[in-house]
């Protein structure tokens, strides 16, 4: 083994411990060094399965039964989303199951057993009417039906759950009322004393498992809201439903409009509006945040905490929490002489992190060392002439072009995948991942046309392009998929050792179910079209002087370039986006292109740009080694398929 060979292995085995330590102590931290117990279990539907992850206090038991909190994530979260909540409650006593809801996480229901209808609310459920146009009927696919009726829940009247076609809001507590059940029926549970809690997709989750179990014996007994929607009480059977003890933790700035009640923004217009004073229970004038109106004893509790955050990061806002926390206390008694402030979980989330960084960082050895095997040499070729680099004028004007193209229709055509683009549903599951797709294709269409007419114009002027080599590509392939493998396969240990994947709050790299990986088979073929046409467009066609600058600093600067290229277009539209929105006036989409393009797509983009900044890290460094844009691209659509097919949302 050559000396440079040694050096990669060595970096290689440090980044892998480093990981293995950083696991570790995020396992400690989750089992509260010892007094949590992690269960993983599966509950059985008629329809299929359900899994979760169970949190249980050493000390419950049949005679020492314990209170129990069941936690329920957002859309295109998992279980482990409600990581925080789960172990701040375990550690102070309660028995907190965290379920994976239809559609997500391993659970084998789809989404499309929530149901849908044939109409759509563009306000708070009650106060619609067809008149003015907020109660109107749609078609289109399932998804886009299903999407549109996130806020339409099954315990609402007929008016709003059924539709004159036959169908219906079959189930919007996605499994979770199945899922309360079962932790009720525990042994070592105290079913006189469970709360339910919800994050976005989650809380509407929630207020369905509250209307199932009203006035019954395991009613719960509070219920927080991580981003609520608010709705009359002529749109249920109020007279038989009722809700104990709520608490709705307000983010400042959501991106997602049903959450602020389809104002631009969040402040007191939105908290002294008939509907927000409904709730509370009192009148404009005494409406305040921060304050609880009503009392537990009879459940009549209510409070709107404004959190200054956004919508993703509600689930773990340590004001937030800690208020949660101090909620769940007054109503269902936990057993704990901990302070609400006194907040570990957070640390997990950080170890986590580090781990998956880790893990990402040692594929830069990996490769080092692959390339110097006899299998894996034909990857590197000399690069092309530096003669046949962009000129300044013509890399500012495709640098303009690059960017502008992915920004402006980064909005349009993923909404447009995500719901209307007419896919083959059987085929085609992944909701965010087929938003992903649309804009993808469009991609692809634009690049293919570009590349031709750069072609043409190189042969015009007799300049020999660089031609597609098969035997390279293939090769480059073989030795990313080689990489992937090693990472998912330490992956796969550490779930199995201490039950936590490489993530940081939201799901990225989680073990694939099979039909997951079916998924994952689907989509492979469009991602890697899309970031081989990207990375030659950016790597080759747009290559500058700094690609040919040796040492730190031409990387740097080559890096640089690159990112600006690969991730410009979203920069672009994050500042758009909440510029206006930190300003106070609105989120920039909505103001612009309508409440429409908001939503999902812009709340993604803070996990989205920086899977980019790693990508365009990856890819620069896998081009300067190899001399083509093959090894770099075929990695970054493998992990970035990865992450749309191993842990969004499934049909």
């Not at 000396?3 to 570790?24: D, E, G, N, R, Y």
């Not at 921060?290 to 004001?319: C, K, P, V």
């Not at 936990?334 to 170890?351: F, M, Q, W």
């Not at 970031?531 to 002087?545: A, E, H, P, Q």
Request: net charge neutral; proline share 3%.
């Amino acid at each position: 083994m050559s000396k440079k060979s040694k050096s990669s292995l060595a970096v290689f085995l440090c980044c892998i411990l480093l990981a293995t330590i950083f696991m570790v102590l995020a396992n400690g931290i989750q089992r509260d060094h010892g007094n949590i117990q992690i269960i993983d279990g599966s509950i059985s539907d008629p329809r299929g399965f359900l899994t979760y992850k169970l949190y249980k206090p050493t000390g419950a038991s049949s005679s020492n039964k314990a209170p129990a909190v069941l936690l329920l994530h957002g859309y295109q979260n998992d279980h482990e989303t409600c990581a925080a909540y789960a172990i701040e409650l375990a550690r102070r006593g309660a028995v907190v199951l965290c379920l994976d809801e239809y559609g997500h996480g391993s659970s084998s229901i789809g989404l499309l057993n929530r149901g849908y209808v044939n109409h759509v609310v563009k306000v708070n459920y009650g106060n619609d009417s067809v008149e003015d146009g907020t109660y109107k009927t749609i078609g289109g696919s399932k998804r886009y039906r299903i999407l549109m009726n996130f806020s339409n829940l099954s315990f609402f009247n007929d008016h709003y759950s059924k539709d004159d076609s036959g169908n219906a809001i079959l189930d919007s507590s996605c499994g979770g009322s199945i899922a309360y059940q079962y932790l009720a029926n525990l042994d070592y549970v105290d079913s006189s004393r469970m709360a339910v809690s919800g994050h976005s997709m989650g809380t509407w989750s929630s207020w369905t498992v509250a209307a199932d179990y009203s006035n019954t014996d395991i009613a719960p007994k509070a219920i927080v809201l991580q981003c609520g929607e608010l709705f009359t009480d002529d749109v249920y059977d109020s007279a038989n439903i009722s809700f104990n003890n709520v608490l709705l933790l307000q983010a400042k700035y959501d991106e997602f409009s049903y959450f602020r009640d389809y104002q631009k923004t969040v402040g007191d217009n939105l908290l002294k509006s008939d509907l927000r004073t409904s709730f509370l229970g009192t009148t404009a004038a005494d409406a305040a945040w921060n304050t609880t109106y009503g009392n537990f004893a009879d459940g009549s509790a209510r409070r709107m905490e404004l959190l200054y955050t956004n919508h993703r990061l509600t689930t773990h806002h340590l004001g937030g929490l800690a208020i949660a926390i101090d909620w769940f206390d007054k109503a269902i008694d936990l057993p704990t002489n901990l302070s609400n402030t006194d907040i570990v979980a957070k640390g997990k989330e950080y170890l986590v992190l580090g781990a998956m960084l880790l893990i990402l960082a040692s594929l830069f050895p990996l490769m080092n060392l692959l390339l110097e095997t006899p299998l894996f040499k034909n990857v590197v070729q000399e690069f092309p002439a530096q003669e046949t680099k962009a000129t300044n004028k013509g890399w500012v004007k495709g640098a303009l072009i690059t960017i502008l193209l992915s920004g402006f229709t980064f909005p349009f055509m993923t909404q447009l995948g995500h719901a209307l683009l007419p896919l083959p549903e059987g085929i085609f599951r992944m909701t965010v991942g087929n938003g992903f797709l649309g804009w993808y294709l469009l991609l692809i269409l634009i690049m293919l046309v570009t590349s031709a007419i750069t072609r043409r114009n190189q042969k015009k002027n007799g300049i020999e392009g660089e031609k597609f080599s098969w035997s390279t590509f293939l090769c480059s392939l073989i030795m990313a998929i080689v990489m992937i493998l090693c990472m998912y396969v330490v992956n796969l240990i550490y779930v199995a050792l201490f039950d936590l994947d490489l993530r940081f709050i939201w799901p990225f790299f989680r073990p694939f179910t099979g039909e997951r990986f079916l998924q994952f088979l689907v989509y492979i073929p469009f991602f890697l079209i899309f970031y081989l046409l990207n990375n030659s467009k950016i790597m080759r066609d747009l290559r500058t002087d700094a690609t040919y600058e040796k040492g730190t600093k031409g990387f740097l600067k080559n890096w640089f370039n690159n990112f600006l290229l690969m991730a410009g277009g979203v920069l672009i539209i994050v500042l758009i986006e909440y510029i206006p929105f930190f300003a106070n006036i609105g989120p920039g989409a909505d103001l612009l292109f309508g409440s429409t393009f908001g939503g999902p797509f812009m709340s993604i983009l803070i996990l989205f740009v920086p899977q980019v900044l790693f990508f365009s890290l990856l890819c620069t460094y896998s081009y300067r080694k190899t001399g083509r844009a093959y090894t770099g691209a075929s990695l970054a659509a493998m992990l970035a398929c990865w992450i749309v097919t191993g842990g969004s949302s499934i049909l």
